[in-house]
């Protein structure tokens, strides 16, 4: 078992920074995909980030090019660095762990409890 607890969420104006850290427990996070995912009030969970086991990144469009996913194996943490923040960001975020990087909700068996992201305008 994996357990994922996420932090780092809070309330920040339109165009500020906030980093995202998930820690792993029970399980080394080297040999696991990693992703951050977010859900808005009345919105399904959506697809924010992917990092595979080798490194590899992934990103939904909405994000490309504001938000950085990283991984510390030897922490056995994962982040998201998001920067250029916007009120449509606002969500709760997730991180979960999967044995492949996928894009779907439905591939992660592990997730965290969520951390509170708003963004003001």
């Known amino acids: 078992q994996v357990q994922l607890v996420e932090s780092g969420g809070g309330l920040v104006q339109a165009g500020d920074s906030l980093r995202l850290s998930c820690a792993a427990s029970g399980r080394t996070l080297s040999s696991y995909a990693m992703a951050w995912f977010r859900q808005a009030p009345g919105k399904e969970r959506e697809f924010v980030s992917a990092i595979g086991s080798g490194g590899s990144a992934y990103y939904a469009d909405s994000v490309k090019g504001r938000f950085t996913i990283s991984r510390d194996n030897a922490e056995n943490t994962v982040y998201l660095q998001m920067n250029s923040l916007k009120p449509e960001d606002t969500a709760v975020y997730y991180c979960?762990?999967?044995?492949?990087?996928?894009?779907?909700?439905?591939?992660?068996?592990?997730w965290g409890q969520g951390t509170q992201v708003t963004v003001s305008s």
């Open positions: 979960a762990g999967s044995p492949r990087v996928s894009r779907s909700v439905s591939m992660y068996p592990y």
